[in-house]
């Protein structure tokens, strides 16, 4: 918003792909705080920062207008000059325009025909300069330097008289020049001004300030500066609004992970796999549901007793081990050795290199008090 606002004021531009820019800043920054969050809501809030920094950098570039700068007497000439223009197309009097150039953009001196800015030159040197310096005040104070916007506010008086009189029909106030109103109402508006005294005209203007947002004490109300700029805007802000917007939206949405990727997050460490509520993954079985796990639990026969899942412990006893083949144990263990190694929660005490079988009793079954004997499994914490 300050970037924005800093260039239209000292620049004298509104240049749209500032406005872009801000939209692109907003994506990538919600996008580099959002993580692997992606859809709708990192947009959305990357859309939000971008309007509401384009809109508060418009808004500030009119508030250092209207409070920071204080106008010269090239912007009193420019009021003024558009009065004598305004006059010259009622009378149908040939205005020499520059090419390019009209009353919609013009704004300094080169701008306009010589003798329309030597006409405003005598206008403004016939006021006495006690008023010049009161109407250089701000921008607002400029205003009255147009005395058709002046006595518009005498128009709008008349029109609410007669309306509360009972008059119907071909009334209409909230204009700014003649050909606003009613030619009755306008002719009576011009005759009051007129008669009135230096004095009470200043005190009127003064109503007009009041009614143009300006304090008692010369400050400018706040909702001047909103209004400013509601009317200041064009096709070409709404234009750069949107495209800061919607890129805003396309770079805070993100791209959702591949299905390779998401494999590889899981599988970056055991320790991530059984975080993620996949511990079967880390000794070698399918995860959770899906068609490997369907296939193993419908592989045995109905009625089979359901087998027993293999633990940590189970894998290092010897009583399990003794019923194992040669290849297939030593590959198991050599598989859980190194899952082991790499989970820093647990210690494993490596098996001796001559294991001795375990003792069977009398009834043929191995003697489960050995089977502590040369393993020890333990969970740190």
């Given at each position: 918003a300050?970037l924005?606002a800093?260039?239209v ?9 500032i406005?872009?820019?801000?939209g ?6 919600v996008?580099s ?7 709708g809501?990192?947009a959305?809030v990357?859309?939000?920062c971008a309007?509401?920094?384009v ?8 508030a250092?207008m209207l ?5 010269t007497?090239?912007?009193?000439l ?6 004598v ?7 149908g009097?040939q205005?020499n325009?520059?090419?390019?150039t009209s009353v ?5 001196e080169?701008d306009y025909?010589t003798?329309i ?9 016939d006021i006495?300069v006690?008023?010049?310096e009161?109407y ?13 916007y002046?006595?518009?506010y005498i128009a709008?008086?008349i029109?609410d008289?007669?309306?509360m009189?009972?008059?119907v029909?071909?009334?209409?106030s909230g204009?700014?020049?003649m ?6 109402v ?5 005759s009051r ?5 230096p ?5 009127f ?6 009614q143009?947002?300006?304090?008692a004490e010369?400050?400018i109300d706040?909702?001047?500066v909103?209004a400013v ?11 750069w609004?949107g495209?800061?917007?919607l890129?805003?939206w396309?770079?805070g949405?993100?791209?959702p992970?591949?299905?390779?990727e998401q ?8 320790k ?8 079967e ?16 639990t419908?592989s045995?026969p109905?009625?089979?007793?359901k087998?027993?899942?293999?633990s940590?412990?189970?894998v ?8 194992m083949?040669?290849?297939?144990e030593?590959?198991m263990?050599?598989?859980?050795r190194?899952?082991?190694?790499d989970d ?10 001559e294991a ?5 009793g009398d009834?043929?079954?191995p003697?489960a008090?050995?089977g502590g004997?040369f ?5 740190a914490?």
């Open positions: 300050a924005w800093g260039t004021y000292y620049s004298g531009w509104e240049i749209g792909i406005a872009w820019l801000i692109v800043f907003a994506g990538v920054g996008r705080v959002a993580g692997r969050s992606v859809g809501g990192p959305a990357a859309m939000l309007v509401v920094c809109l508060a950098g418009k808004l500030g570039s009119i250092l409070y920071a700068d204080q106008p007497q090239e912007d009193a420019v009021v003024l000059s558009d009065t223009v305004r006059q010259y197309e009622r009378e009097r205005i325009w520059r090419f390019g919609e953009n013009a704004y300094s080169s025909p003798d800015w030597a006409q405003a030159q005598t206008a403004w040197y006495p006690a008023d010049r009161r250089l005040t701000s921008y607002v104070h400029l205003t009255l330097l147009d005395t058709e002046v006595v518009s709008d008086e029109v008289e007669r309306l009189a009972g008059a029909g071909g009334l209409s204009g700014f020049v050909e606003d109103y009613d030619p009755g306008w002719s009576e508006a011009v001004w007129n008669t009135m005294s004095d009470e005209r200043r005190s203007e003064g109503y007009v300030l009041r143009e947002g300006v304090t010369g400050a706040e909702w001047v909103l700029a509601l009317a200041s805007l064009g096709i070409w802000d709404i234009l609004l495209l800061a917007t890129s805003a396309k770079l949405y993100g791209a992970m591949s299905d390779a494999q590889a997050v899981m599988m970056a460490s055991p991530q796999a059984a975080n993620a509520g996949s511990k993954m880390a000794f070698g079985r399918p995860v959770g549901g899906g068609e490997n796990a369907a296939a193993s419908n045995a109905m009625g089979a007793p087998p027993e899942t293999t940590e412990a189970a290092f006893n010897p009583s399990v081990r003794a019923g083949a040669d290849e297939a030593e590959e263990l050599n598989e859980h190194a899952l082991f190694d820093p929660e647990s210690t494993v005490i490596e098996l001796p290199p001795p079988k375990p003792m069977t009834a043929g079954q003697d008090d050995e004997a393993f020890k499994a333990r969970r914490g």
